[in-house]
């Protein structure tokens, strides 16, 4: 079974590394290929979106706030949830498999294999 823990300042850096390579390499494409290759430009923000949310699908999963159930989510979900962030962390707007409520579930981070060798 997965396990979950509270995403991390660390995760946050991670995150926000990755992010910044897709707004780089987005900003690059659009300065060379505009306006000529406009299609290829979209073709790479339309990749690159999907495979932020492909990594978030893999790594994140929810914690609703009303009965605690930690659960994963479907790349579908994850594109279509409508997500923020507070003090408190990221939150996504998910129904809990557990107790049918819809939520402002807490983002959470999945625990790796590694991370479990390291607890131990
Ligand atoms: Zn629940």
């Excluded at 897709?22 to 495979?51: D, H």
């Excluded at 994140?60 to 706030?65: D, E, K, P, V």
Aim: proline residues 2%; positive net charge; hydrophobic residues 40%.
């Amino acid at each position: 079974m997965t396990k979950f823990r509270e995403v991390s300042s660390e995760d946050r850096k991670n995150y926000g590394i990755i992010l910044l390579i897709y707004i780089a390499a987005a900003v690059v494409s659009m300065f060379f290929l505009l306006p000529e290759y406009w299609y290829v430009v979209l073709a790479i923000l339309i990749a690159g979106a999907l495979l932020m949310t492909g990594l978030t699908t893999r790594d994140y999963g929810a914690r609703c706030a009303n009965c605690g159930n930690e659960f994963e989510l479907s790349f579908t979900r994850e594109v279509l949830a409508p997500h923020g962030g507070g003090r408190s962390g990221s939150w996504q707007y998910v129904k809990c498999p557990n107790c049918g409520k819809r939520t402002r579930a807490l983002v959470v981070k999945k625990v790796t294999e590694d991370e479990r060798v390291e607890g131990q």
